[in-house]
């Protein structure tokens, strides 16, 4: 059966613009390549210690770092080679739960969108009233495990920053620092498959079906017909088309979008090439004189970040995460299930901060920090605690002008092409200024001491010698940049691709330049004003 719109890929992208496309009454259809996740949707994976409780990994946030430990972790995307949820709720579901209500400077024309989205409030608006932030999760309201927000407020007061509730002043983000903010509720995870995801499902005209992927996106033209799927039991041989004016929304992630988008004949020619070689996707691929050559995959962004690990005494480093799936403090754990209170209703992270720092270019960049008790790796000569580590990982977000290429390799696997950090130098010239601030007063702090590096390394050695594939944050935006232009942007201000009539993307994808924050605020604000736009665009069903 044809559907009025079908929107590809339940990632907080696509969970938001399907939620408000079903409200319209319309026929919708949500496809989805992953699974269940949360109890609420038919997960089930779940540590032995939650046997017989209505929790998944995915519902309780205190389980995330057990994401990169656990031995079968099945929600990553298999054929990506960075970090990607392929499940319901996409990376939202497996992610650190950070939610940042955007700054104005987040649609601002400095930061890349057209005018006609400055005015992001009433969507970030509605984002707020359906997902509220909150933080202090635990259903106690008490904050657990303070100590590395204590510690650090002790690094940052002599330097001048200031404590406020961050997403109280979303606009404050010079010398600023508060407690982490999470998009957690009642003590789980929530975020947008809690919410937008649940609504949506109780309606009629809404249907959901996962662990389907969509290979292609079948284009006559500059019209699309609808997608192609590996279920044939959604249509002829998987085919399932969209309405005489149907659209079709591509919201499969700075990875998963320009994948489909090359599999409709849309993006640079060698991309194309490739996409034309594959027996699945190239036989249902446009002939090459429709082919249409937009920027898809290039002006991608993705905050360069660098961890600092230091120890304190104070610390409770909480056995670095290890046990929390196996063998979690017995007292956690009943708290946990008896009032979904305590260490478990809340994921690492304690405290973010930010600064503004000028480049030597004579543009504006901002710092943030995230503080949370353990580390990822401990490089050092001094013996230490592992009992008493905490990690500093410092970003830089707004204002950088670094740029890499995201696009597909011969087996259509989705791959970054050209790394996007530190292409300009005097992105890490700033985050190295902003590390030597940090670290210049740990002196400062009884009893602090910056494990790594240590004082066989310099700051500006560690910097030059940081791996690129650990400065990955994964907050990758801009591979089908929002615009005014088809010579620079692969959608228009209503985000639909250029040379198209009704074939549309929102997702992180879309976003021009680095938000202030962890995307995901951003990303469902840019959803709900991106939806609002389509429903209101003349010509669809
Ligand atoms: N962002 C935050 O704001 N706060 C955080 O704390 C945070 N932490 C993390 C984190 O810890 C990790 C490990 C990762 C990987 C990301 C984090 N992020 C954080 C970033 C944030 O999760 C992402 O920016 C955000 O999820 C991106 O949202 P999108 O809607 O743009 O895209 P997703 O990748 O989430 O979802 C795409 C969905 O489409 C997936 O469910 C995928 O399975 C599906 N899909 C893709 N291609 C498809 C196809 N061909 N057919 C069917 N389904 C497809
Ligand atoms: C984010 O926005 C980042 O994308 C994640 O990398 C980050 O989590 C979360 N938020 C929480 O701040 C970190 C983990 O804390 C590390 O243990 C892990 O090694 C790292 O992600 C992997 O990228």
Known sequence: TPYDYIVVGAGPGGLVTADRLSETGKKVLLLERGGPSTWETGGRYQPDWLAGQPYTKFDVPGLFESMFSDGNQFWWCRDIN?????????????????????????????????????????????????????????????RYLPQSFNVAKRLLDPQGYRQLTINDEPNQKDHVYGYSSFFFQGGKRTGPTGTYFKTAKARPNFTYRDYTFVNSIIRNGTKILGVQTNDT???????????????????????????????????????????????????????????????????????????????????DAYENWAEIMSDPRPADAAQYISSQSGVFASSSPRMNFWRAYGGSDGKTRWL??????????????????????????TYLSTGITSKGRIGIDVALRPRVLVEPWFTDPIDKAVLLQGINDIVASVGNVSGLTLITPDNTTTISAYVNNYGTGNMNSNHWIGANKLGTSASNSVVDANAKVFGTDNLFVVDASIIPSMPMGNPQGAIMATAEQAVAKIIALAGGP
């Open 233 to 315: 039991s959604l249509g002829p041989n998987g085919f399932i088309p969209v309405t005489p004016n149907g659209r079709v929304i591509l919201s499969g992630g700075s990875f998963g979008s320009p994948r489909l988008l090359f599999s409709a004949g849309i993006g640079p020619t060698d991309m194309l090439t490739i996409a034309q070689g594959d027996s699945v996707v190239g036989p249902k691929m446009p002939p090459q004189a429709q082919w249409i050559n937009l920027p898809v995959g290039e002006n991608v962004q993705d905050n360069p970040s660098i961890n600092l690990v230091f120890t304190h005494p104070e610390i």
């Open 82 to 142: 960075v970090f990607a949820g392929c499940l319901l709720g996409g990376g939202s579901t497996i992610n650190g739960g950070l939610y940042w209500y955007p700054p104005d400077s987040d649609f601002s024309v400095a930061n890349g969108w057209p005018s006609s989205w400055a005015n992001h409030a009433p969507y970030t608006q509605k984002m707020k009233t359906r997902l509220p932030s909150t933080d202090h999760s635990s259903m106690d309201g008490i």
């Open 368 to 393: 943030q920090g995230t503080v949370r008790p353990g580390a990822a790796s401990v490089t050092t000569s001094y013996p230490y605690n592992t009992s008493q580590i905490f990690t500093i990982t």
